[in-house]
């Protein structure tokens, strides 16, 4: 219960502050409108870098969102009362996890299609793209919330954020483009596909418990 409690006060806060969800979805249209300007590519050079573009997009946008994940808890003390009130500190973790990735990260996955559209990605490689991205984008979150707990006492360090989890997210870069840019050549995207399944079950069961550890020294 408390699992769906701190769920659904995060999610509510996210969505009183609406600048936090259509923030990510701004920045990527104006990155990609960038594109066919700075190019100067027509519809076929844009198509086959449009895999590689739209991950990254998608990557860089979630971020710049992850730094208050547990800064502004840690700021009110909510995360005094988590510790004294008994509550698991993975269960809040997974829980401020699962908030985050159903107000960052499943716009993300929606507005993907729109970003392929601008970079002409072809028609057979939408279905893998919003597959490999919603595979994926829990990662981000889960990791996120590793990060986020580790500089949540640091003023101004989503920089320091984006350098401690950017090394692990790369993996998933990889494998998350390599599948949609398999699809546009024609050949199956399975075996990329497993392993970005593979990297979010891994997620789901180590993260929350390494930022609680990030937590609890921090707290103490």
């Known amino acids: 219960m408390r699992f769906w409690a ?6 509510l806060v996210a969505w009183r502050k609406k600048s936090n969800i259509y923030q990510p979805l701004v920045f990527q249209l104006l990155i990609v409108t960038m594109f066919p300007l700075g190019l100067g590519a027509g519809a076929q050079t844009l198509a086959k870098i449009a895999p590689a573009v739209v991950w990254i997009l998608a990557l860089l946008s ?4 992850l730094e208050n994940i547990f800064k502004n808890d840690y700021e009110d003390g909510s995360l005094d009362v ?21 107000t960052t990260g499943v716009p993300v996955i929606l507005f993907a299609p729109v970003i392929g559209v601008l970079l002409h990605l072809p028609a057979q490689a939408y279905a893998v793209l919003m597959l490999s991205l919603l595979l994926a984008t829990p990662i981000f979150s889960l990791l996120g919330t590793v990060g986020s707990a580790l500089i949540m006492n640091i003023k101004n360090g989503g920089m320091l954020l984006s350098v401690l989890i950017m090394p692990l997210l790369a993996p998933v870069l990889i494998f998350g483009a390599g599948a949609v840019l398999e699809t546009t050549l024609g050949n199956s995207a399975f075996g990329h596909l497993m392993l970005l399944l593979g990297c979010t079950v891994l997620s789901i069961t180590l993260a929350p418990l390494a930022a609680a550890a990030a937590v609890k020294i921090n707290l103490e």
């Open 6 to 11: 701190l769920f659904k006060r995060d999610v």
């Open 62 to 65: 979630t971020l710049i969102t």
């Open 82 to 102: 988590y510790v004294l009130s008994g509550m698991s500190l993975p269960t809040a973790t997974l829980s401020k996890a699962a908030a985050h990735w159903l």
